[in-house]
């Protein structure tokens, strides 16, 4: 099983949240302990993992949610969540990626101090990887916090490990959808790593209502981003790069979002909810990469 790193290998971080009452300003992802610019006071990406007032996911509920790992002194270490979208291709947020770690995916993963003989580990080549061409880690808030990773083979599907469906291409869900955070993120401010992956249930927030001056504005927010939560679980809520699952009309689950950045003021902070990456607005970039295969979950 792979140690628990939070994001330590991304230049001696494990986050950047501030007891300061103002928010923490646009950080670039690879750690190097100066400002990187951006929108001040708006800001910072899910680099220390949270899953807050969530509760333990059901045994294998999420099989497509991955666990991303990079490698230090010999040891591979959870830094990020992600979704499973086609046997060989894995999609996560740009800003948990640097270009100086080695990394690998672990697939059909739940109790991450078992080895329950579910999991399978594949590496990924750095050739391999794909982030956004308009990612700015100067500059979170701009959007484009998107990156997918080709398999270096593909993975074995079962009930444990399964392709995650992408909504259709320009879907925006209305205020107040519900859909669930999974990830092995923190169960409290400051608190301990969960073994057992965690499910939290986030509502979808309205762009019209997260643009509001008093959330998170207009200078934040993007159409290309979904806000979800509020309340007891607003902000800090899940592994970076992991899923926003949401089901549609028909029983089935679609992955809407990837886990971007929340508020440095800390868990919870009111009218400041998980902000997110929108898939259904990156399908032709996904399809593009993944040579069409990705966007249709074959």
């Keep these: 099983m792979g140690a628990r790193g939070g ?37 910072t990406v899910l680099l220390d993992s949270r899953v807050v007032n969530g509760q333990d996911a059901a045994p294998y509920s999420w099989p ?31 800003h948990c990626i640097s270009s100086s770690l080695t990394y690998e995916v672990v697939l059909g993963e739940y109790d991450m101090g078992a080895r329950e003989g579910s999991e399978q580990r594949i590496p990924v080549a750095p050739a391999d990887i794909f982030v956004h061409p308009k ?27 399964q392709v995650g469906q992408l909504p259709p291409a320009g879907t925006v ?36 209502r997260c643009t509001q001056p008093d959330w998170w504005g207009t200078l934040a927010i993007r159409r290309t981003m979904i806000c979800a939560g ?6 800090c809520n899940g592994d970076s790069g992991g899923p926003l699952n949401c089901q549609a009309a ?6 809407h979002g990837i886990a971007s950045f929340v508020s440095g003021l800390g868990c919870n902070a009111p009218k400041k909810p998980t ?24």
Aim: a negative charge; one cysteine or more; proline letters at 4%.
């Design 7 to 43: 994001h330590q290998g991304h230049g001696g971080y494990g986050g950047l949240w501030g007891t300061q009452g103002w928010l923490w300003g646009l950080w670039g992802h690879r750690g190097y302990g100066v400002w990187e610019g951006g929108i001040y006071g708006q800001a």
């Design 64 to 94: 497509w949610q991955i666990s991303l790992q990079y490698e230090r002194d010999g040891t591979f270490r959870h830094t990020c969540g992600g979704t499973l979208i086609a046997p060989d291709w894995v999609m996560t947020a740009a």
């Design 135 to 161: 990612w700015r880690s100067s500059c979170v808030a701009c959007g484009n916090d998107i990156a997918l990773l080709k398999l270096q083979r593909l993975a074995v599907l079962n009930t444990q490990v």
């Design 173 to 208: 869900l209305p205020d107040g959808y519900p859909c669930y955070l999974s990830g092995w993120g923190r169960l409290a401010t400051g608190g301990p790593l969960p073994e057992r992956l965690q499910q939290a249930l986030l509502p979808v927030v309205s762009y019209e």
């Design 230 to 235: 509020g309340a007891e679980k607003a902000g």
């Design 250 to 255: 028909d029983g089935h689950w679609e992955v």
């Design 275 to 298: 902000v997110f990456t929108r898939v259904s607005a990156f399908e032709d970039w996904i399809a593009e990469v993944g040579n069409g295969i990705v966007a249709s979950g074959k």
